[in-house]
């Protein structure tokens, strides 16, 4: 979408928006990013508790930032030190390649994992909530159709999607100035991908910056037949920034961003409510992020440190 059509539903200057954009992404509170969305059964998701010891622990999520496949990298309040959540092309790729290379870091103690059965939502679904219906409705009404064809990722497609992955505004210009071919032929690439839903983009900012600046991610366990049931309710909390199925000791996760801690009995109470055969097994708390979705995170949870996607 081009800063002349938002600038019309926000009642501002095209100039003025690019502007803001730029100071927000020059000091990492804001960047959009795209991610891939396997079209293959085998492609494995999976959540990972590991212990490390104390000294290591620096060094080990410095090594587990660098891995492609470790999407996401949470310090825990909990007795795990690091929570991850790692992508693989199979669940032998997860076996033979990845949990090897994890468990030979040095100060790895131990890890437990578990495979990700379906999700239910995910951070692209996630919204700040700042525009009103009217204003949602027009941006909504901009978005190009579906056009239902199916598409699978190719090795070709890969330069482009990083480039999409580092900045998921990239017109066909910037990304064919980087990649150094033809901007109709990234513009007849881009289009589809896009068709082919094979990427979804998300808009992330800061978290400590915003107004839900603590994280909290419960494991539970739901019957079987209800898991869809429960994702729904979950649906209605604006802050569910996760959302999964999963095999292992519990069965269900799910993400929220929350104004302060005591929230989280707040959510407890009003899911046990809604969903009386929930079982909560344990909630903890993320004390940092060093890496969200492929972004390396500084301190402060802003985006200055680059990719590894």
Not at 88 to 109: C, D, E, F, K, M
Not at 117 to 122: A, L, M, Q
Not at 181 to 189: A, G
Not at 220 to 249: I, M
Request: net charge neutral.
């Amino acid at each position: 979408m081009s800063w002349s059509d938002a600038a019309g539903i926000l009642d501002s200057h095209p100039t003025t928006l690019a502007a803001r954009w730029q100071r927000l992404r020059s000091a990492g509170l804001s960047w959009v990013t795209a991610n891939t969305i396997s079209t293959s059964m085998e492609s494995t998701l999976s959540f990972f508790d590991l212990e490390c010891t104390l000294a290591d622990r620096d060094e080990v999520t410095r090594r587990l930032c660098a891995m492609r496949e470790v999407v996401s990298v949470l310090e825990s309040a909990r007795n795990r030190d690091l929570m991850l959540i790692v992508q693989t092309a199979s669940l032998a790729a997860l076996g033979s390649q990845v949990v090897p290379r994890i468990a030979g870091i040095p100060g790895v103690t131990k890890y437990e994992a578990s495979i990700c059965t379906r999700v239910h939502s995910e951070g692209h679904a996630w919204r700040l909530d700042a525009l009103n219906r009217k204003q949602q409705a027009a941006f909504q009404s901009l978005a190009p159709p579906a056009s239902g064809q199916p598409y699978t990722l190719v090795p070709a497609d890969g330069p482009l999607v990083e480039c999409l992955v580092r900045d998921g505004r990239a017109s066909a210009t910037d990304i064919a100035q980087e990649l150094g071919v033809h901007p109709t032929t990234v513009s007849r690439r881009l289009n589809r991908l896009l068709a082919g839903n094979v990427l979804s983009f998300r808009c992330e900012l800061a978290q400590q910056d915003s107004a839900f600046p603590v994280s909290c991610q419960w494991f539970a366990r739901v019957p079987p037949g209800q898991h869809e049931q429960a994702a729904e309710v979950l649906r209605g909390f604006p802050n569910l920034r996760l959302c999964a199925s999963t095999t292992g000791t519990t069965n269900f996760t799910f993400v929220i961003w929350l104004r302060s801690v005591s929230e989280v009995m707040e959510i407890e109470l009003a899911l046990t409510q809604r969903i009386p055969d929930i079982r909560f097994a344990e909630s903890t708390v993320a004390l940092a992020y060093p890496k969200r979705v492929g972004w390396l995170l500084d301190d402060a949870g802003r985006a200055t440190r680059g990719v590894v996607a």
